[in-house]
């Protein structure tokens, strides 16, 4: 892997975790409202697990297991 494929996979790592982050917070808020959207909230949790995937992948290829 060059340097330039790991500086782009570094950013979208950050960016990446960012979102999760954002969409955690979001998924408490709205499981804290009185009446909140089960649907809704289902689907981020999907799209959060989804992107929880792609972080994982990602830091695998930066930090590929040495023992083979």
């Avoid at 089960?38 to 799209?47: D, F, H, W």
Wanted: charge should be negative; aromatic fraction near 0%.
């Amino acid at each position: 892997m060059d340097e330039l494929e790991e500086d782009a996979l570094r950013a979208r790592l950050a960016e990446l975790r960012q979102d999760h982050a954002d969409l955690d917070a979001a998924v408490n808020a709205l499981s804290a409202s009185p009446l909140p959207d089960m649907l809704l909230i289902g689907r981020l949790k999907r799209k959060k697990l989804a992107m929880k995937d792609e972080i994982s992948r990602i830091e695998a290829q930066l930090n590929p297991d040495l023992i083979a």
